[in-house]
């Protein structure tokens, strides 16, 4: 989620009822702790609480000093990743690479709980391959170095998110565990979560891609866990309610040159959403500025009005 989970976005999941939100994966490594786009994902006083701190790492005691200046930024869970499988993150013998690592994780997650007196959770996947997941054992190894809460992905890390994930594995480490663990992986619609919850029997969810541009899932999962009607899905005017908030977020957030950036990648999620020409939606990424995406933005929003008011509905 490094690059998508930032603040705007997570923000705007928490108010949609999200009851945990994480923020964007940061290094562990001293030369890279404090460059500039680290210091930009730091949390922050204001961010919703509690407030969550995911570290990638691989040796003890940077992860511990990551942890300490998380913990001293305000962080009051700290989250380690154990399921990132971008090549650049495994090549380096971290993220979901240390899924073959038992040792390495048992010294990893001892150093990380020592480190801070807030929680500290686990995030990762079900093996190196469908020919080893370990899911099981490193989950075990977590409870006994002190890990309070564990998140799976259903896929190994061979599988990266390709294929289907699977929960079965996800079930046995409820059965086996006394911390609580969240599914997670391709859990896309509220009929899906009930579904895994009761395959799975696992205290919660993690949502992560079926979030990108459907922030408004995460209120309707919270509706139907609550036992209170499910909302419908939103309309295009609405979908370019949930754009224009996140979009002027992004803006505060990162300036005129990277908020630009930003918004295009998030555009492409939302787009594909709306009743607006391919081609049409493609000219938000030629956009330079801030003031030509919102004019654009009130073009197409105007377009929709047209099309959705009653008065362009045809007479019978």
């Not at 007196?117 to 190894?141: F, Q, Y």
């Not at 209120?219 to 996140?246: K, N, Y």
């Not at 950036?261 to 391919?278: D, F, Q, T, V």
Request: aromatic share 6%.
């Amino acid at each position: 989620m490094a690059g998508i989970s930032d603040r705007p976005f997570r923000q705007l999941c928490f108010d949609q009822g999200a009851g945990l939100v994480v923020n964007e994966m940061i290094s562990s490594k001293p030369e890279l702790r404090n460059t500039r786009k680290s210091e930009q994902r730091r949390i922050r006083a204001d961010d919703p609480e509690p407030r969550a701190v995911q570290l990638l790492g691989n040796e003890p005691h940077d992860l511990a000093e990551a942890a300490r200046q998380a913990y001293r930024d305000g962080a009051q869970l700290i989250d380690l990743n154990l399921g990132c499988p971008a090549k650049k993150v495994c090549r380096k013998a971290a993220g979901s690479a240390l899924m073959a690592e038992p040792d390495t994780v048992a010294r990893l997650l001892e150093a990380a709980v020592e480190a801070v007196p807030c929680p500290v959770t686990l995030k990762m996947r079900t093996g190196p391959d469908e020919d080893w997941r370990n899911a099981p054992e490193i989950a075990r190894i977590a409870e006994e170095a002190g890990i309070a809460m564990l998140s799976i992905h259903g896929r190994t890390r061979a599988q990266k998110y390709t294929g289907h994930a699977e929960y079965d594995t996800i079930a046995r480490v409820v059965a086996e565990r006394r911390i609580p663990v969240l599914a997670n992986g391709d859990i896309e619609s509220v009929d899906k979560a009930v579904e895994v919850l009761a395959s799975t029997g696992t205290a919660g969810l993690m949502i992560g891609r079926a979030a990108f541009g459907r922030p408004w899932l995460f209120a309707q999962l919270r509706a139907a866990l609550e036992g209170r009607p499910v909302p419908s899905e939103p309309g295009p005017i609405d979908v370019m309610g949930f754009v224009r908030e996140q979009f002027e977020n992004i803006y505060r957030h990162y300036g005129n040159v990277m908020g630009v950036r930003i918004a295009r990648k998030h555009w492409g999620w939302y787009s594909s959403r709306l009743p607006i020409a391919e081609g049409t939606r493609k000219e938000f990424n030629r956009l330079e500025t801030i003031e030509s995406q919102r004019r654009w933005l009130d073009r197409r929003e105007a377009e929709l009005r047209s099309v959705s008011s009653p008065s362009a509905a045809p007479s019978a």
